[in-house]
């Protein structure tokens, strides 16, 4: 009794497994090598079945296809822009219909800088350099990511599109596409359905699992001035001071510079703490320094020009 229930869970187990795999494979993917990226993003729901149940691996990719395969991979959106008219697709692509299937995926990508040329057909094949340079710009809305310092060879160099370029090497370089055994990339190569699907499954894991470089706040502009007061015959503090966006920043002489007699006073502006609040309320801050009565102090933007439009200095007898 014991050992035909053993069996009987061995072949529900098997069946499970066989009906998983059934659920979420193609019919035409069996023994391709993108067969297991494929069926994930048929689980995560970014492709979907036609009629036949075939994804047709081998087939060239449009760019209707290949630009809604990115937008729907990368979960791009435009949700963070307010329009004054609903935007179309005919506003940014001449040759676009305006309420096909694909019509808000071009717009998406457009308004998020995945640079689709303006005349693109939707029935345009898309070769694997446009493919790799649209992705990567896809990645690039998710964050600002440090890369090797590392240029990668290519056997054909030469017939890639120099704008593309750069794309093609982060792609490289993050192990999202890779090279064949000739180091080749083939670069005006028409992208088969199968390629786009691997690169857009890695560009997904990609983002997934590395963490982007934390966003700095923004540099304010400054309005420095400079005061100066005797503190003797021989000595004068310089006090130079602004207005900053909040609390959270605040200035310091990074250096005193000398040329012929002036006192060059170079400051920075320290950032806030990323981790910390701060009520946005504008705030003055002062830094000062001492230096020889015998010199002139002034700011780097005035010294040695009659150009002082970016900071003014007062003189306390």
Do not use: C
């Not at 499970?16 to 993108?34: I, S």
């Not at 993003?41 to 036609?50: P, T």
């Not at 200035?251 to 006192?263: H, K, L, T």
């Amino acid at each position: 009794m014991r050992k035909r229930s053993i069996i009987v869970l061995t072949l529900v187990a098997m069946m499970l497994f066989t009906l998983g795999q059934t659920v979420w494979a193609f019919k035409d993917v069996k023994n391709d090598v993108n067969e297991q990226k494929i069926a994930e993003l048929k689980k995560l729901g970014i492709l979907s079945n036609n009629k036949e149940d075939k994804f047709n691996p081998k087939g060239k990719l449009t760019y209707a296809e290949g630009v809604s395969l990115i937008v729907k991979g990368l979960e791009l959106n435009i949700d963070h822009i307010r329009f004054i008219k609903e935007p179309k697709a005919s506003d940014y692509f001449t040759n676009l219909k305006d309420n096909a299937w694909y019509s808000q995926s071009f717009i998406i990508a457009n308004l998020n800088g995945l640079e689709i040329p303006k005349s693109v057909k939707a029935n345009d094949v898309m070769t694997r350099e446009q493919f790799a340079h649209h992705l990567f710009k896809a990645i690039l809305t998710k964050g600002d990511y440090a890369f090797i310092e590392i240029y990668m060879m290519l056997g054909d160099e030469a017939d890639v599109n120099k704008d593309y370029m750069e794309s093609i090497q982060k792609l490289l370089i993050s192990k999202i596409v890779t090279l064949d055994s000739s180091n080749k990339f083939y670069p005006k190569k028409a992208i088969t359905r199968s390629d786009a699907a691997g690169w857009l499954y890695d560009a997904i894991t990609f983002v997934k699992e590395t963490t982007p470089i934390p966003e700095l706040p923004e540099q304010p502009q400054l309005d420095l001035k400079l005061a100066v007061t005797a503190v003797n015959s021989d000595i004068n503090k310089v006090t130079i001071s602004t207005q900053v966006p909040h609390p959270g920043y605040s200035i310091r002489i990074s250096s005193i510079g000398f040329e012929g007699d002036q006192a060059i006073i170079y400051v920075e502006t320290i950032l806030p703490d990323p981790d910390k609040m701060y009520p946005q309320v504008v705030t003055d801050v002062q830094v000062s320094t001492y230096v020889d009565a015998k010199l002139k102090p002034v700011l780097p933007q005035s010294a040695s020009s009659s150009d002082a439009s970016t900071g003014s200095a007062i003189i306390a007898e």
